[in-house]
């Protein structure tokens, strides 16, 4: 017999979704049986139709394709060109230190693509934990991947589920999905059947899902969807799908590359075409061309914008941002979006008692989270809570029904439903010693709470009497009353005002739970039907998952930075848009959007919607991933946060994921390409601003070293024009570049923040490392550069009566004394360098001073001397070199003031 194929999203079916089966119809569709499963026989033929209970990993590259994928990079052929022209000029030293250059971002590169397929390797560990089925009538216990639809599985509390089932029956089962579905509150399951057509994964209540967790209970259930047909499947998918997401960077130093390479070639064709109407041979045009080429390369750079990368990575790790690859260090500083999770990120993900209604007044609660300290207040003052009040008989309630542990949170090691922790915090607050828990009364029976019921009872032994303690829905509990304390008196309850009560603190966006309590002869609880009347409301409780301190603060430099915040959660709308508008997300109040509300709307739709709706509620990791991809259509730089494995889809496509360190999955994280270690918000808008630092380094690196570029290509095209010697030799161009260029170019990577660079507006997202005022500065500065060096050669060779030797000395220490100011010159590329402490960056005084001992050795020591063809030069020629290469300062200052007067910011 062939075995019935289970359905799953990409199959098109006429039958009802699973959810929507009541249990009979759904172990008949499977053709299992609720009290003996499968069959041994039928379990392996079963096997071998679907397949392993695994998510299917993406071919792996192999270890030598993806080292030899790292070389396709226009920057990396013009450093093998560069290697390839040292190595005829049999400069094998310069040749190894630029194979050196390619074989370190080769190995960066490896480790960066290695990450993405680890991910999926991360998402397959979460499907095989072992699993106890009922086969032939018995249980037995097998590895997760030999599950198959219609396996019947026992789950109990701590077990993580191995595919997605179908609840056939609940013993108080209640799952933690907050790894797919982004929901901080854990979930109570059910058997009965779903009407809901469409309900997102979060609202599937009688269904389970593959790479959850049991909170607590027990439950029989029917194993419907294996392998990449699940739901943690279809996520696997969407992660192996995306590929690689270039960072901006990558994309600016590729076109940087490019545009290189393309300068390059065409001043090679212009010599060549000069050199042969001056009638050079080939011989001395090679030679020229090659001098160009040499000079054109900056040979430096790849290493310097490691190196600036790695300072950055080195800052935000003290800033408790851990970088998984260096190019998301400057994707930061251009971010445009911030698309975040809300439970941990923006909120403490530990729910909070805020406001208690009591005696027909409301109370408030000091302190937050899951720590005991604070208070209870009335009108922002403490108040005592008297043993025979409302307040005390709401707190009291509150931490008495209740199955959460009181002493493991006393110890800081809470345990339990998280609603039920804050209980016992409100009433630690109202001075009840959740240390002393032998103190407590006794418990006697109690009734868990049912999704059907709605409330949850205890029966406990107080001062020798025997008491029912209620809570649940406000609308349930009052319906079982009929009285409320009020100062300390019994009085009938009105219960219109109950629910007044009851209903503003939910338009607060709190989760509002009614407390009642009534005396009793009864030693078990017995039927909960039972418990139907009789009641005395003792008051309401309403709770959040509150804000973090820090990120309401964070979210406003954010977006006082130009960044929009957007909140993405698998939570609902409604605790979305109170948080949304706590944090300042919607001023004016567009609401929010629903994931059931994406499905329905097209991409033309949605994006009208993205433009003005920052806040998205019970979506799906298809929802998110889709949100990330129509925000980058607009052109948007986007960085995503995310924790669960519903996450992982987003994190990889966005160009910048961001995982949590304390409660992330090994599956967020691998998908990541930054970790929080506090799971904070406010680190990823201080992440942001050490970002924005090393995109200025590398623009102020890029300008130095392309400055000089830029001068030595018009030295020796004015010299090819004017038909005169080169001023210098390909040898000595690669001593100005790789070694006096080489230190000081490194020290500007060590450069610290421009003052109020955090509060700028994010720059332009097609902007390039060279924006137009700097290609502008870069030409005007390289013609200062070559015309000094072109007049300090002249000047020398009319000087020395026509030695060439003494005119190239002179003309190279005149590039290299250029670049000593210059380099002060781009410590800021707005700033007056009047204005900045020399020693704020004592690596550059360093370099300095190596960089000119270097040279000063190059120019006396005879071996050296032999090498680059150099003589000493007397106390005139360097007194007329340092003359001409302060002119660059002035320049510069003179630009400076322009464009502070344009109010254009460069850096």
């Known amino acids: 017999m ?9 199959e098109k079916s006429t039958e009802k979704p699973w959810f929507n089966l009541d249990t009979e119809s759904a172990v008949k569709n499977l053709e299992s049986s609720y009290s003996k499963g499968l069959s041994a026989d039928e379990a392996i033929r079963r096997l071998e139709y679907y397949g392993p209970n695994e998510i299917e990993t993406q071919k792996r590259m192999s270890k030598w394709q993806i080292l030899l994928h790292q070389f396709k990079d226009p920057l990396i052929y013009i450093l093998l060109a560069a290697a390839f022209v040292t190595l005829i000029l049999q400069d094998y030293t310069d040749s190894a230190v630029i194979m050196v250059v390619v074989l370190l971002n080769a190995v960066i590169g490896y480790f960066q693509e290695s990450k993405a397929q680890n991910a999926i390797e991360a998402l397959s560990k979460l499907a095989a934990p072992k699993v106890m089925v009922i086969r032939d009538g018995k249980e037995r216990e097998i590895p997760g991947k030999d599950l198959v639809p219609g396996d019947i599985v026992l789950l109990t509390s701590g077990g993580r589920v191995a595919a997605d089932m179908r609840i056939l029956h609940s013993n108080g089962l209640e799952v933690n999905e907050s790894a797919l579905t982004g929901e901080s509150m854990v979930v109570r399951k059910q058997e009965e059947t779903i009407d809901n057509e469409s309900p997102v994964p979060g609202d599937q209540k009688n269904m389970v899902f593959a790479g959850t967790t049991v909170a607590q209970g027990r439950a029989r259930a029917l194993v419907v969807r294996t392998g990449k047909s699940t739901e943690l499947g279809k996520i696997a998918s969407s992660v ?3 590929g690689v997401t270039k960072t901006p960077l990558q994309i600016k130093v590729d076109k940087l590359g490019h545009m290189i390479g ?38 430096g750079l790849p290493v310097v914008l490691t190196v600036t990368l790695a300072i950055g990575v080195r800052r935000m790790a003290k800033r408790r941002a851990i970088i998984r690859s260096l190019p998301a260090v400057e994707t930061l500083g251009s971010t445009t979006v911030i698309g975040s999770d809300k439970t941990g990120t923006l909120t403490k993900n530990e729910m909070t008692v805020r406001k208690i209604w009591a005696d027909q007044q409301f109370y408030e609660t000091s302190g937050a989270g899951y720590k005991l300290e604070g208070e209870i207040l009335k009108d922002e003052k403490s108040t005592t809570v008297h043993k025979n009040s409302a307040l005390y008989k709401t707190l ?14 006393a110890y800081a090691e809470p345990h339990g439903d998280p609603t039920e922790i804050a209980l016992h915090v409100s009433a630690h607050k109202g001075g009840f010693d959740l240390k002393k828990n032998g103190d407590r009364p006794e418990e006697l029976d109690l009734i868990p709470f049912e999704p059907e019921r709605q409330f949850m009872a205890t029966l406990n032994r107080v001062e020798g009497d025997n008491m029912i303690f209620m809570k649940g829905s406000p609308e349930v509990i009052l319906t079982k009353c009929l009285h409320v304390i009020s100062d300390g008196e019994k009085v009938p309850l009105d219960r219109e005002e109950a629910l007044k009560a009851a209903k503003e603190m939910a338009a607060e966006g709190l989760r509002v739970l009614a407390m009642a309590y009534q005396p009793t002869e009864k030693e078990k609880l017995g039927d909960p039907k039972e418990i139907d009347s009789g009641f005395t409301l003792a008051g309401l409780q309403g709770m959040e998952d509150p804000i973090r301190p820090e990120a309401l603060e964070a979210v406003k430099v954010a977006q006082e930075a130009g960044i929009r915040v957007v909140m993405i959660t698998g939570d609902h709308i409604d605790t979305a848009v109170a948080i949304g508008r706590q944090l300042g997300m919607d001023h004016e109040q567009h609401g929010a959007l629903e994931g059931k509300m994406l499905d329905q709307m097209s991409d033309e739709e949605l994006d009208l919607k993205l433009k003005n709706v920052n806040i998205y509620a019970r979506v799906t990791p298809q929802h998110k991933h889709r949100i990330v991809e129509r925000l980058k259509e607009f052109g948007h730089i986007v960085a995503v946060t995310g924790d669960g494995v519903n996450d992982a889809p987003a994190l990889r496509a966005a160009h910048l994921g961001v995982a949590m360190g304390k409660t992330g999955t090994d599956v967020a994280r691998e998908a ?3 970790v929080l270690s506090d799971d904070n ?4 808008t201080a992440a942001i601003e050490e970002g924005r630092i090393v995109f200025s380094n590398i623009r102020k690196v890029t300008f130095f070293l392309l400055s000089t570029a830029v001068g030595e290509v018009i030295v020796i095209l004015a010299a090819v024009i004017m038909n005169w010697p080169l001023p210098f030799v390909a040898v000595q161009i ?8 080489g230190l000081q170019d490194v020290a500007l990577a060590f450069e610290p923040g421009e003052p109020g660079i955090a509060e700028r507006k994010p720059r332009p997202v097609n902007e390039g490392i060279l924006n137009g005022r700097l290609v502008e500065r870069l030409g005007g500065v390289g013609i200062v550069l070559a015309a000094g060096t072109v007049g300090s050669f002249w000047w020398a060779m009319n000087q020395s009566g026509g030695d060439l030797d003494v005119a190239r000395t002179v003309a190279m220490t005149q590039m290299v004394v250029f670049q000593f100011f210059h380099v002060i010159n781009c410590r800021s590329l707005d700033r007056s360098i009047f204005k900045i402490s020399f020693f ?7 370099s300095m001073s190596a960089a000119l001992l270097a040279h000063l050795a190059v120019l006396h020591l005879g071996f050296l001397q032999s090498v680059f063809r150099t003589v000493p030069l007397d106390f005139e020629q360097w007194l007329v070199i340092v003359g001409i290469g302060s002119l660059v300062i002035l320049g510069g200052e003179i630009d400076k003031i322009f464009n502070r007067w344009r109010e254009s910011f460069i850096g």
């Open 2 to 10: 062939e075995p019935v194929k289970s359905q799953s999203s990409e």
């Open 396 to 409: 009291i309630t509150g931490t008495l029904s209740n199955e959460a542990n009181s002493a493991s949170l």
């Open 240 to 242: 192996k799908d995306i």
């Open 672 to 674: 990541s390409d930054m």
């Open 840 to 846: 704020s960056n004592k690596f550059l005084f360093v």
């Open 734 to 741: 690669l001593w100005i570049n790789l070694v006096t260029n």
């Open 681 to 684: 918000f406010s680190t990823i």
């Open 262 to 299: 393309y300068v390059i070639v065409g001043f090679a064709i212009l010599i060549a075409i000069i050199g042969l109407m001056h009638q050079m041979g080939p011989a001395e045009i090679f030679i020229t061309v090659v001098a160009m080429a040499v000079s054109a390369i900056p040979e």
